[in-house]
């Protein structure tokens, strides 16, 4: 509930005539599922629509169609001589790549919802065939629709992709639908749920995607062309919202760039409320935005360097140097912040011991900036370090990169651990290497990763020892090695599973992009109005 997305497809779903949509969660006791409506179970309904932001909820998937008795499988229902509800996905893991999830589903939406999920339903009201082709026929014949079945992987000897047999009638590549204007198409919380994540905020959407080109970010690739709400329509709904919460969530991959933040900030603080911003760009914040955020009572602000060095920070595109974040220190606190939270990513590309050390340093002169306003104010804040190992991602300039062996991930952690436990009123938190294999695993993978997501959700060994399974036993994986996807090194010219959709970013500015990477080369952030380089503008 916690997903702006996923409110506002209920939203919009909701309030369309002739469609009744009903929310429908995984009990955590393995309890059959019923909706939060009117308590049906989701198998009395005509489409069952999944909304899947992490790759770690696939095995979920599973889990939930095993409760509700329907067949995981999209052809074993087809065979059956029952009538199942349509099993439709969408949200961002799908749009990077469906394919280890793709034999569950009769159809993917790819891309942003509004216009197209409009469109579909549109058809399907329109047409006159009857009932169960109507759906799947009126759905999928708008652009951003794929359907899984159409399409037929091919596989060399050496186990890699190599042809895609597509069949008559369906594109070669499925176009990833995006809206042009954000504010034709608001995006607020619909359904206030205090108990879910974000319960305590009014979530309101100001941008999507972002023009900086992280190398690691998917988020800043498959959401190209960064698109901003207008000030006016952003502050119009925050206030709004103060009638439903006090705190208003501000949402959008980094928030510091938005041309009104600042002064939407002032407005909701006169207005008695408080702003969180999702995310904010060090050297974006500016005097203004970080008075604002203390005037509005926020003890706690993140600041992203994701690396330590200023050498990684050129190797992933940061557009960000020390003495730029130790500013943004000085201004966010201060001006009140008491608390600062920093996220790192370790075990990147080209990674050395000195980059290593660097996040220690830098946290280091960060704490030393941070004292003297505590001591004048007579409080010391802590500094929360949250670590991640890298993941590498479709759609990224690092798609072809390995992520590292998970033995020395833990030991890069072990070290950081160790050494910033030296560091006073220093905290630190870590994703584990194992996590990242398999969400490597489940973003690169390919169809064949379905029938470990199976395993994953039926096998009661544990998923780490059901991952250690498949990696001695590929008959798991569907024939398929899974330390290939994590740890394979891939050439230019690999045909990657998720290939066929085209989110109008040229392989080949991928390529380049890594090629700048390892040669240390930023590259400027996005200017929507006059450039065209990567394809997606
Ligand atoms: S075409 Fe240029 S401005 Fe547009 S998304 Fe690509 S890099 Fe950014």
């Known amino acids: 509930m916690g997903n702006l997305g996923y409110q506002a497809v209920f939203r919009l779903l909701a309030s369309r005539p002739g469609v009744v949509c009903e929310r429908v969660f995984l009990a955590e006791d393995g ?75 009769d159809l993917f939406l790819i891309g942003e919802a509004e216009e197209m999920l409009t469109e579909a339903l549109d058809r399907v009201f329109e047409g006159s065939a009857p009932r169960n082709e109507l759906l799947l026929e009126g759905l999928s014949s708008v652009e951003g629709a794929y359907r899984p079945a159409a399409y037929t992987p091919v596989y060399g000897d050496d186990g890699d992709l190599c042809e895609v047999v597509v069949a008559d009638g369906a594109p070669r590549s499925v176009l990833r639908r995006y809206v042009t204007d954000l504010d034709r198409n608001p995006v607020t919380t619909a359904v206030a749920a205090r108990d879910a994540v974000f319960g305590e905020y009014y979530l309101v959407e100001a941008s999507r995607g972002c ?49 009104g933040i600042a002064s939407t900030c002032e407005r909701v603080t006169a207005a008695g409320g408080r702003v969180s911003p999702s995310s904010l760009k060090a050297d974006m914040i500016s005097p203004r935005l970080a008075r604002a955020l203390a005037a509005g009572g926020t003890r706690s602000v993140t600041i992203a360097p994701e690396a330590g060095s200023e050498r990684m920070r050129r190797v992933i595109n940061k557009n960000l140097n020390e003495a730029e974040i130790l500013r943004a220190t000085d201004l966010v606190v201060g001006d009140g912040v008491e608390s600062l939270k920093l996220y790192f990513m370790c075990a990147l590309p080209t990674e050395t011991a000195a980059d290593l050390e660097g996040i220690v340093e830098l946290t280091t002169r960060i704490r030393a900036r941070m004292m003297e306003p505590a001591r004048t104010r007579g409080r010391i804040g802590r500094i929360k370090v949250s670590i991640n190992p890298f993941v590498p991602k479709p759609w990224t300039p690092f798609q072809w990169d390995p992520m590292l062996a998970v033995g020395d991930a833990q030991r890069r952690i072990r070290f950081l651990r160790r050494t910033l436990a030296r560091i006073p009123n220093v905290d630190m938190e870590s994703e584990s290497p194992r996590e ?64 066929f959709i085209d989110h109008r970013i040229q392989k080949s500015y991928l390529w380049l992009e890594r090629r700048r990477a390892l040669a240390e080369r930023e590259t400027e952030p996005c200017d929507v109005a006059t450039c065209h380089t990567c394809g997606a503008c």
Request: proline fraction near 7%; glycine fraction near 8%; include cysteine.
């Open 31 to 105: 309890a059959a599922p019923r909706t939060l409506e009117s308590s049906r179970s989701p198998a009395e309904f005509d489409v069952l629509a999944f909304s899947l932001s992490f790759e770690a909820d696939y095995p979920n998937i599973v889990r939930m169609l095993d409760a509700c008795g329907i067949p995981a499988r999209a052809e074993a229902r087809r065979a059956g001589a029952r009538s199942w509800p349509l099993l439709l996905a969408g949200g961002p893991a799908t749009f990077l790549n469906p394919e280890p999830i793709a034999p569950f589903f």
């Open 211 to 259: 023009e900086w080109g992280c190398r690691f970010c998917a988020a800043g690739y498959m959401y190209r062309p960064v698109r901003h709400r207008s000030k006016e329509g952003v502050t119009r709904d925050a206030l709004a919202g103060l009638s439903v919460s006090s705190t208003i969530g501000l949402v959008g991959a980094e928030m510091a760039s938005h041309p």
């Open 436 to 499: 990242a294999y398999l969400q490597t695993l489940l973003s690169r993978g390919d169809r064949r990763v379905a029938t470990l997501v199976e395993a994953l959700a039926r096998d009661t060994r544990g998923w780490w020892s059901v991952l250690q399974a498949a990696r001695r036993d590929h008959a798991l994986c569907g024939g398929a090695d899974p330390d290939r996807f994590v740890h394979g090194e891939y050439a230019l010219d690999t045909l990657f599973p998720w290939d």
